[in-house]
């Protein structure tokens, strides 16, 4: 069974930073991507960041909201994704989700989230 396990959430203020990590209980080469994924209070899950997990390169991808500010990367040898989060503000407050999509098969793994909370 494939777990992904999330940490680094917090409480920040506005402008301030935060690095999420990602860990994978497998290799990430098993899987075709890692992606984080937020859902803010009241509202529905969104896309947040990708990061190619295959052994020829880590594309990335951001939504809109976050580009330019939030930066997604990966470590191999640790079978871990990070997002490190800049200048952050009320509305990145959310609980964010480590998502991985196999690289062979349909299936899809999800973590138990992390809270982010942005205040003053």
């Known amino acids: 069974q494939v777990e992904l396990v999330e940490s680094g959430g917090g409480l920040v203020q506005p402008g301030g930073s935060l690095k999420l990590s990602c860990a994978a209980s497998?290799?990430?080469?098993?899987?075709?991507?890692m992606d984080w994924y937020r859902q803010p209070p009241g509202k529905q899950r969104e896309f947040v960041a990708r990061?190619?997990?295959?052994?020829?390169?880590?594309?990335?991808n951001y939504s809109d909201s976050v580009k330019g500010r939030f930066t997604i990367y990966r470590d191999v040898t640790k079978n871990t994704a990070y997002l490190q989060m800049n200048s952050l503000n009320s509305e990145d407050t959310a609980v964010y989700f480590c998502?991985?999509?196999?690289?062979?098969?349909?299936?899809?793994?999800w973590g138990k989230g992390t809270q982010v909370t942005v205040s003053s």
């Open positions: 497998t290799s990430i080469f098993n899987f075709y991507s």
């Open positions: 998502y991985a999509r196999d690289m062979f098969s349909v299936a899809e793994y």
């Open positions: 990061v190619g997990a295959t052994p020829e390169g880590g594309f990335t």
